[in-house]
């Protein structure tokens, strides 16, 4: 996740000009490319973008062309500078849409609209945070939560809170 993070600040303070486009080489004097052109493409900044939402939230296949096989990552990749850090409907394997928050580096909540009806696992990225989800009948396999979903009908997960004991 660091090195992630440092090659695309590299890339937003080398690569983009002010108006946000990609330029083909390196805008910085600061030498990560011999090139120094400035013909601009859009391709880059579509990586960027598929690079952070990797880094948020990863949904492939262990067993890739076998249906229904998605795990869901969520937070996979995160660099520490990004400890309070949120995204809204980012779409996953399966055509699920996923929100989820976290401050402080721990997950705040987690949120699944399913766009398939059966189970699907999701790896626990949590730090062993003890889990509560807004379904029955989640169980956990090594460090996968298998969820059982249906379609549209949305499921949460957050961190159980631990009450404060009186005295």
């Not at 660091?2 to 486009?21: K, P, Q, Y």
């Not at 601009?40 to 096989?69: K, Y």
């Not at 969520?74 to 949120?86: C, E, L, T």
Request: charged letters at 25%; aromatic letters at 8%; a positive charge.
């Amino acid at each position: 996740p660091e090195e992630a993070h440092r090659m695309l600040d590299i890339f937003v303070r080398a690569f983009i000009l002010r108006n946000g486009f990609h330029a083909n080489g390196d805008q910085s004097g600061k030498g990560y490319s011999g090139f120094t052109y400035r013909p601009f493409t859009l391709e880059g900044n579509f990586l960027v973008m598929n690079a952070i939402h990797e880094m948020l939230l990863q949904s492939w296949s262990p067993t890739p062309g076998e249906p229904n096989t998605e795990v869901l990552r969520v937070f996979p990749a995160v660099p520490n500078v990004w400890a309070d850090v949120s995204f809204r409907d980012l779409r996953a394997e399966g055509g699920h849409r996923v929100s989820a928050s976290r401050a402080k580096g721990r997950l705040v909540s987690l949120e699944i609209i399913p766009g398939r009806t059966g189970v699907l696992p999701v790896k626990d990225t949590f730090g062993g945070m003890k889990l509560q989800w807004s379904v029955s009948g989640v169980t956990k396999r090594g460090d996968l939560y298998l969820v059982p979903i249906r379609k549209g009908r949305v499921v949460k997960c957050s961190p159980v809170r631990l009450e404060k004991q009186g005295v």
